[in-house]
């Protein structure tokens, strides 16, 4: 079983900043393709960044030049550093990890909780 955990969120100001970071664990062999995505109510959940696990990234158009993200492989975490907030980037916060677990016969994804970042003076 494998189990992503995050943490981070919470409310800020706009024009400030918020490190989001999550954590995979469980029966792993190996952590492919991790990403971050969001969601907004009444919306559907888009693509923030993602990162493989040679380190490119892709960025949401939205984001570039504000958002960073990278990975750490010994810890099997994701970070997604988030700076010159905007209201707009309100929404609950979703990593995502391509993990192929012991046992199983391909990689899939799995996804975490959610943490909710909220951009508002």
């Known amino acids: 079983q494998v189990q992503l955990v995050e943490s981070g969120g919470g409310l800020v100001q706009p024009g400030g900043s918020l490190s989001l970071s999550c954590v995979a664990s469980g029966s792993i062999l190996s952590v492919n393709a991790l990403g971050w995505y969001r969601q907004c109510p009444g919306k559907q959940r888009e693509l923030v960044a993602d990162?493989?696990?040679?380190?490119?990234?892709n960025y949401a158009d939205s984001v570039k030049g504000r958002f960073t993200i990278s990975r750490d492989n010994a810890k099997n975490t994701v970070y997604l550093q988030m700076n010159s907030l905007k209201p707009e980037d309100t929404a609950v916060y979703y990593c995502?990890?391509?993990?192929?677990?012991?046992?199983?016969?391909?990689?899939?994804?799995?996804w975490g909780q959610g943490t909710q970042v909220t951009v508002s003076s």
């Open positions: 995502r990890a391509d993990v192929f677990a012991k046992f199983a016969l391909t990689a899939k994804p799995y």
């Open positions: 990162i493989t696990i040679d380190g490119s990234t």
